[in-house]
């Protein structure tokens, strides 16, 4: 096989501060990972105390964690190739076609949490993963680096229909970072959905388990706290993937490449910062009155509910404009010559799939006495 030869269009729009930005951000994003979840760990938990508490570098490694990193991977993988559940079509391509996709990824976290089950019957110490946090982190990253790597070099053999339109500048840093290749598969294995959902998604439900099963160890029960911000982060999780047809209409999979900012984002960023609460609630204990508790439970519902409702208008316009339940909402038309809704649950905010994440967030926070708001890594930078 040669390299595509073809002349490329190359993109002259730049996101994340340009070149800077996609040479800086993945230096600092992977330390902010190790400094957050050292700062959970320490005793005062606050971002703004000097010197900052960093753990000695063989606090960073450990063989068990390559280990797991490693069999939860194929784990995963093995769950996403079993012939259960439907196929559904993605969006049409550039060139015409669509790619189909397996919907299975709630069967693969029913399948999951049956084997952890087990293991815990069996009596497999999965508080230890406390322990391993760091370790685990470091190798997720480690895994996320790999991992872009292989998909810059590939994408030099995809044609150029493949290629994803931001991520193809002709600057290899920023094309590192934002992907080169669209849909980047292995035969029907589409390395950005599978990692969209599957591993990180599912891994942050699995660690927020081992952060429940440490406290266990240390008190003799879970907390309330403790309850509710694992409640609270499965839904989230069980939503994401029972409704997972719905990520085949969103950014990630129509319009990023598949880089850095993904893979460190599914790979590192979810499972390890998504879930700082619960390591939080491990070291420093909260106690929650009955009215309190149902307070933060009522605002995680409230979040919930604008979040879907609107997650699955938009989903729903994307697929199919012309369906009864959003022909009559109003639009405008974009420079690309696509249309944005502007009424319905778009008519009350900007964004209100992002204010039901601000919400489902701030409750997952108070359970911790301080917020600690957590946000996609677009949302923040």
Partial sequence: MKPNKHKLTHSAEREFGGALGATCIPVFLPLTVLYLLSVCRSPAASVLQWPPPLPPTAHLWDPLAVVLIVGWITLQSFLYLLPIGKVSEGLVLRDGSRLKYPINGFHALSITAVLLIVCLWLGMPHGYLFELILPLAVCAIGVSYLLSMYLYIRSFWAPQHALSLGGNTG??????????????????????????????????????????????????????????????????VTDALWNEEAVLTTMDIVHDGFGFMLAFGDLAWVPFTYGLQAMFLVVHPQSLSTLGAAGIILLNGIGYYIFRKSNSQKNQFRRDPTHKSVAHLETIATATGKRLLVSGWWGFVRHPNYLGDLLMALAWSLPCGKPILICDIRKIL
Wanted: overall charge negative; charged content about 20%; some cysteine.
């Fill in 171 to 236: 600057n290899p840093l920023y094309d590192f970072f934002m992907g080169r290749e669209l849909n980047p598969r292995i035969g029907d294995f589409d390395l950005k959905y599978f990692c969209e959902l599957r591993p990180g998604l599912i891994g942050w439900v699995v660690i927020n388990l081992g952060m429940l099963m440490k406290e266990v160890e240390l008190r003799g029960s879970p907390s309330l706290a403790m309850l509710l911000v694992n409640g609270f982060q499965l839904l989230y």
